[in-house]
């Protein structure tokens, strides 16, 4: 365990478990940008996201600090929630793939890591408050919603689905490891609210997107998407393409998880379905096409046999959780996808061409 620099000792940061991955690392930009002490407790594990710690790190000196360690490591996750003012628990095994190939490192992370936590928490005189990443995956495959296809996009023959998307009275159905590990997490936040007065709550999100996704096949589709179509390789398709999901700008997703703790005592116990909502729902044929426009050419995709527990369709009904945390539109999944793109672009150097095209040039110049 790296020991957290003085910037935050004493101070009761907050924690953010999983804090230099994609969407940890913005909530920790937003939330030392406003002024707080900040915790991360991250393994790295995850390729790239070191990058993200060193970016926290210089923009926030004084304000965040980390500790480099596995959440199986229970002594060490303790220590780091001892004196934190407030959780937001992110850190997670993130891919049903690798579910399904280790589940029980999948349930070590996601669930005994997660009570742990919980557990750390509970022991404190007071507990301090904890807010759960979970997924839309605790709903299964969906599989008996009826859907229609339409452009290149499956879409719910229920009219009343077809415009709000899935609230959270749809029933919890856990397909996969992946779906099982999250799902009983999920529960277990929810009943500790419910059973010792922990104050939690739990949002379970569609698909986020964004700068600082380290998109890859397995876990954020449409950086991976985008990183594909920047570097004119082709893009692998798992089904028909006309599987529709709600995307979410990080922006959207950070503004919900900072107004989730500061409401905490409203909806402690409760929780939440967020996406983009059927104004962002949009197929991966839908989005390639929007991809190809952006790069200036045609983005190639292969396609392969669905995978175990694909949805083919997913649209969060968000309006739970807007009417109860009073949050704006979201951001338009073409300009955000746009502004992901242009991130890419600078970040990483890609202009866009094939890899062809670009050696030809390099090679003219020298």
């Known amino acids: 365990m790296n020991a957290a620099t003085p910037a935050v000792v004493g ?28 915790l991360i407790y991250d393994a790295l594990a995850r390729p790239g996201v070191d990058r993200n710690l060193a970016w926290l790190t210089e923009r926030h000196p004084r304000r965040i600090s980390a500790v480099i360690a ?26 049903v793939t690798t579910s399904l190939v280790d589940p029980v490192s999948d349930f070590e992370i996601n669930v005994k890591a997660t009570l742990a936590l919980l557990e750390a928490l509970r022991a404190r005189p007071e507990p301090a408050p904890l807010i759960f990443a ?10 008996d919603v009826g859907l229609e296809l339409t452009n290149a996009a499956y879409l719910p023959i229920d009219p009343a689905i077809r415009c709000h998307g899935i609230g959270e009275s749809r029933p919890l159905d856990f397909h996969t490891p992946y779906g099982c590990s999250k799902g009983a997490a999920d529960q277990y936040v929810l009943d500790y ?3 010792f007065d922990v104050p939690t709550s739990v949002i379970r999100m569609s698909c986020i997107y964004g700068q600082r996704q380290m998109g890859t096949e397995d876990q954020g589709w449409v950086a991976h998407f985008a990183i594909r179509a920047l570097e004119g390789r082709p893009i692998s398709i798992y089904g ?10 990080v922006s959207d997703a950070v503004e919900a998880y900072v107004a989730a703790l500061r409401d905490i005592k409203a ?9 983009g909502g059927a104004q962002n729902a949009v197929s991966l044929r839908h989005l390639i096409a929007h991809l190809s426009d952006l790069v200036g050419r045609e983005v190639e995709a292969n396609y ?12 969060a009904d968000s309006r739970s959780i807007q009417t109860a945390l009073g949050l704006k539109a979201p951001v338009p999944w073409r300009t955000g996808v746009a502004n992901l793109v242009a991130w890419l672009r600078a970040e990483r150097g890609l202009s866009g061409e094939p890899e062809t095209k670009r050696a030809v040039r390099v090679g003219a110049l020298s």
């Open 304 to 315: 392969s046999d669905w995978r175990p527990g694909d949805q083919r369709y997913f649209v």
């Open 70 to 95: 596995d959440v199986r490591a229970g002594t060490d996750l303790a220590a780091a929630a001892r004196d934190a003012s407030a959780v937001f628990h992110m850190a997670a095994q993130v891919a």
């Open 134 to 143: 979970s997924t839309n995956k605790v709903y299964g495959d969906l599989a």
């Open 267 to 275: 909806i402690s116990g409760r929780a939440f379905n967020l996406g």
């Open 11 to 38: 101070r009761r940061p907050i924690l953010v478990t999983g804090g230099a991955g994609f969407i940890g690392s913005n909530l920790a930009d937003r939330l030392a940008s406003e002024g707080h002490d900040v």
């Open 240 to 249: 028909d393409g006309a599987q529709v999901r709600d995307i979410l700008d």
């Open 193 to 195: 609210a419910r059973s």
